[in-house]
T-cell receptor
C-alpha cells in the first residue's frame, strides 16, 4: 500500500528565516506530486505540482519554491519567510499518467511565522 | 474567480438524520468531481468521486449526486454519525493530466453531527 510522509508536523519560524518542508511517498512509482496551502478560514490552494523528477509547475506566484530531487521526494522551500506564509501545508500524490486524479494527502505541516 | 463554490461554511445535523452538503461549479470543462473529508490538523481523506458520465455514485452511507445542467453536486450522508463531524471539501478536475487534471477545491463546509 502507498503511504505519504511529511515533516516536520509543526514549525514556528521567524520572519525572514528560510524554510524547507519535505514530503516522501512510498509504495508507488512516478507519482504526480502536489503542494497545497490551507490558510485560516480558506480552502486548499494549489501551490506547485510535479509530474516527474525536476519538473515543477507553479500555480501561484510567491516567495516559495519547490523541488523534486528524487522520484518520490518533493520539497517546499523559501529563502525568506513572510508573515503571510503561515498556514497548513499539505503534500499530496496521485497516480502518474492517469486521466482521473484522485489525490491522496499527507498529514500536513502547521507553519507559524512570527 | 472561484470555480468551485461551497456556499455553506457550516452545517449542523442531528445524529441519524441526513446530511446534505452542496457544491456548485462554473467551469463546464470539469468532468470529474471528488469529495474529501478533513479533520483538524490532518490531511484531507478521499471520500467519494463521480465522473460526468454518471449522475449518482453510492458508497455505503455516502452518495454523491451530479446535476450537470445546473453545474451542481451534492453529498448525502445517511444516517449521519458523530464521527462524520469534519470539514468536507468539494473538488473538481478537467480530467486530463498536467494543469488540466489538477484539482480545484472549494472552501469547505464544516459539518457538525450532534448526538
Amino acid at each position: 500500500s502507498q503511504t505519504i510522509h511529511q515533516w516536520p508536523a509543526t514549525l514556528v519560524q521567524p520572519v525572514g528565516s528560510p524554510l524547507s518542508l519535505e514530503c516522501t511517498v512510498e509504495g508507488t512509482s512516478n507519482p504526480n506530486l502536489y503542494w497545497y496551502r490551507q490558510a485560516a478560514g480558506r480552502g486548499l490552494q494549489l501551490l506547485f505540482y510535479s509530474v516527474g523528477i525536476g519538473q515543477i509547475s507553479s500555480e501561484v506566484p510567491q516567495n516559495l519554491s519547490a523541488s523534486r530531487p528524487q522520484d518520490r521526494q518533493f520539497i517546499l522551500s523559501s529563502k525568506k519567510l513572510l508573515l503571510s506564509d503561515s498556514g497548513f501545508y499539505l503534500c499530496a500524490w496521485s497516480k502518474g499518467g492517469h486521466t482521473y486524479n484522485e489525490q491522496f494527502f499527507g498529514p500536513g505541516t502547521r507553519l507559524t511565522v512570527l | 474567480d472561484q470555480q468551485v463554490k461551497q456556499n455553506s461554511p457550516s452545517l449542523s445535523v442531528q445524529e441519524g438524520r441526513i446530511s446534505i452538503l452542496n457544491c456548485d461549479y462554473t467551469n463546464s470543462m470539469f468532468d470529474y468531481f471528488l469529495w474529501y473529508k478533513k479533520y483538524p490538523a490532518e490531511g484531507p481523506t478521499f471520500l467519494i468521486s463521480i465522473s460526468s458520465i454518471k449522475d449518482k455514485n453510492e458508497d455505503g452511507r455516502f452518495t454523491v449526486f451530479l446535476n450537470k445542467s445546473a453545474k451542481h453536486l451534492s453529498l448525502h450522508i445517511v444516517p449521519s454519525q458523530p464521527g462524520d463531524s469534519a470539514v468536507y471539501f468539494c473538488a473538481a478536475s478537467a480530467g486530463y493530466g498536467g494543469s488540466q487534471g489538477n484539482l480545484i477545491f472549494g472552501k469547505g463546509t464544516k459539518l457538525s453531527v450532534k448526538p
